[in-house]
Every structure is written in C-alpha cells, then in structure tokens.
C-alpha cells in the first residue's frame, strides 16, 4: 500500500516578515533522511516563497514533487471569489517557472475548503487538490472521508484529503503524533492514505505559533525537535513493518486504482 508523505512549506507560524529559517536549519537534514528511508515526498510550497528561495525549491524538486500551497498563505475562503482564483492560478505559475516541471497538485492553506475551490483548481488545470482537515485535533475531521478512496469531488478532480488517527478527531500529522507522544502511536490509523508535517516542527528554533490562545500555542509547542525526530522515525518504522511505501501524491495519482 502507498501512503501519501506531504510537507506543508510556509513561513515559519508567527514570525513576522515571513521568514522561512528552517530552510537553513531543517531542510538540508531533512532531505537527508528522506533519502535515507527511501521516502518520495510531496512539498506543498507557498509560491512567494520559491521565488525568493529558488535554490532550495529546486533542490527539493530535483527528488521530489513540488506541488502548490498557494500564493502567499492567506486564507482563500476569506478573499472575493475572483483573488482566491487568483491564488490558485497565479501559484501554479510561479513554481512552475521556479522548478521547471509541471505542477499537478494543490493544497489550501491552512487546509480550508471553501465552496469554489474545487471547480479553481480544476480549472486553473491542477489535477488534484490535497486540501481537507486540521493540523492540530479538531471535531472537523470526523467530517473526513474514510478509508483510502480514491476521493474525487463532484466535478471529478481527484481529492487526497488527510488522514486521521483513528479516534477520527485527531489528523495523521507531526502535529498530532509529537504532541500526543507516545501515547498517539497506539492511535496511528491502520490503512492512512496522506500524512503530513510542517518543517518547522522538526527544529529547535521557538516557533510562537500564532493561531490560537495561549494553552493552544504551549500545546502546539510540545514534542518540538529531537522529540518530533524521535516521534517521526518511530512511526514511519510502525508502517515499515507493515510494508507501507511512502510516496508523493503524484504517485499516489497515478495509482489511484491501487
Ligand atoms: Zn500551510
């Protein structure tokens, strides 16, 4: 069975000018370890992002998909119908030019799905939209589709929404599994079809989450670094035993029969 390994690549949560320091500091050992584990990945990047760090972009996309996570991260179901157009159109463009290779895949930021965004995607010619669910637990993703699919919207484009855990409330996330460390390993979902992280989360670096309270940003720090790193390689090794292959979402596109 393929499951899906995403990498949602932003700006660092809450640092103000949109500084991105985990390229310096996460992503070269992160590239690294993919390799190591033979993992084919999907970076989901912010287009403003890769044209300011072109380098990185392509090195990313030399071994692995790049796909987009619009234009500047501001929340599509916020914007007038014709700038979130905008937004999944225009992104595709600027990583395309950034990464010379055709970009296929979408992912909202912050996940969120609003009524457009499909037909969007579909017609700024993407062949499939990897939005749905939270990062951190929330009732919302009991509203996600179980099981592996394939998942397509009613106008056909093919949806790979995140997994769950298995209580249903939590995603198949870093997030997820380094908060609830170790406790969330005996919650790992039996058949998952996308899991993902943010680079961010890999560091030692203080992220002061932006989103949320207080109690919510001390939760969200929690398990950040070497214990994210400890709490990642345990579950990709839960999955080796089960002979899961991790793949990128194009990959998974391709084999949607599967
Ligand atoms: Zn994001």
Not at 123 to 139: E, I
Not at 243 to 249: D, F
Request: aromatic letters at 8%; proline letters at 7%.
């Amino acid at each position: 069975m393929s499951v899906a390994f995403t990498i949602d690549l932003e700006p660092d949560w809450g640092v103000p000018g949109g500084l991105c320091r985990v390229l310096d500091s996460v992503l070269p050992v992160f590239l690294d370890w993919l390799e190591g584990q033979d993992i084919q990945a999907t970076f989901f990047a912010v287009a403003e992002m890769t044209k300011r760090f072109p380098d990185a972009i392509r090195k990313i996309a030399g071994r692995h998909e790049v796909a987009s996570h619009g234009l500047s991260h501001k929340r599509l179901d916020r914007m007038d119908r014709n700038a979130a157009a905008k937004e999944v159109r225009e992104s595709k463009r600027i990583i395309e030019d950034v990464t010379g290779r055709p970009v296929i895949g979408f992912r909202a930021p912050f996940l969120v799905r609003h009524e457009a965004l499909a037909d969007d995607v579909q017609q700024a010619g993407y062949r499939y939209d990897a939005s749905g669910g939270t990062c951190a637990p929330s009732p919302a993703n009991w509203r996600l589709p179980k099981g592996t699919g394939p998942f397509a919207y009613p106008n056909g484009l093919a949806w790979l929404p995140i997994s769950t855990m298995r209580d249903g409330l939590n995603p198949f996330s870093l997030t997820a599994l380094r908060v609830g460390h170790p406790v969330s390993l005996a919650d790992l979902p039996q058949a998952p079809r996308v899991f993902f992280l943010h680079l961010h989360e890999l560091s030692d670096l203080p992220v002061p989450h932006a989103a949320g309270g207080r109690l919510r940003r001390a939760l969200l720090r929690r398990g950040q670094g070497a214990a994210a790193w400890k709490a990642l390689n345990r579950m990709v090794g839960r999955y080796q035993d089960r002979g899961v292959r991790w793949a990128a979402c194009e990959d998974m596109f391709a084999n949607t029969n599967q």
